[in-house]
């Protein structure tokens, strides 16, 4: 059983540039969510997709955007990068329907993404 | 609304001594608990969960904690902490409906020789 995967691990962009994080699930997983975790901080929510679908979204501006593949892996992309999008990044897949309630997620490494 | 509150940010203790790491959520419905260690420069690891049943659950490598409805807390205890224990913990919730994890602001554990 393969585990989560994120490439890549680390990442510098100038400020209005634009960036794609990359993310494969766990095997069996259907359901990938994004974090942000800012330096010293919890991980924020910034959206999940499902059956390539995004299925919901936490307090994020459009110009973070996402994509799920028929396999399940997943990207990110963030365009206009401006400094305080500097963060860690994190993938966590999980299993969703046929009924099932409080499945774990789990988290890839993560992309350490700076902004100058 | 779900939210997390990590009332400690920082808690130092010595080797083999006991550990506390309080947690307190607030949600107006049934919820799903969790706490994750994460390393440094690493990302976040599942330590344990309560779903539903028992209310104190427990891990593998020593750690518990117990889900207490009416005090809405889900504290993480280990009653004997090791070097390889330093790491900073992280308390989530997920609500019934809710698609997504809401995490506190973490605790840093600093196991002291």
């Known amino acids: 059983e393969t585990g989560v995967t994120q490439s890549p691990t680390h990442l510098i962009k100038t400020r209005g540039q634009q960036v794609t994080l990359r993310c494969s699930s766990q095997s069996g997983h259907n359901t990938v969510s994004w974090y942000q975790q800012a330096l010293g901080q919890g991980p924020q929510f910034i959206f999940q997709y499902y059956r390539e679908e995004e299925n919901g979204r936490g307090n994020f501006p459009p110009r973070f955007s996402g994509l799920q593949f028929p396999n399940y892996s997943s990207e990110l992309n963030v365009n206009a990068l401006e400094l305080d999008d500097s963060a860690l990044y994190l993938c966590?897949?999980?299993?969703?329907?046929?009924?099932?309630?409080?499945?774990?997620?789990?988290f890839g490494q993560g992309t350490r993404l700076t902004v100058v | 609304a779900q939210s997390v509150t990590q009332l400690d940010s920082q808690v130092p203790v010595f080797e083999e001594a006991p550990v506390e790491l309080r947690c307190n959520y607030s949600s107006s419905v049934s919820v799903y608990l969790f706490w994750y260690v994460q390393y440094p420069n690493q990302g976040l690891q599942l330590l344990l969960k309560y779903l539903s049943g028992s209310t104190l659950v427990e891990s593998i490598n020593g750690f518990e904690a117990e889900f207490n409805k009416s005090q809405t807390s889900f504290h993480l205890r280990k009653p004997s902490v090791h070097i390889s224990d330093t790491a900073e913990y992280f308390c989530a919730v997920r609500s019934g409906s809710a698609r997504q994890l809401t995490f506190g602001s973490g605790t840093q554990l600093t196991v002291l020789p």
């Open positions: 966590a897949s999980s299993l969703s329907g046929q009924g099932r309630k409080g499945t774990e997620a789990f």
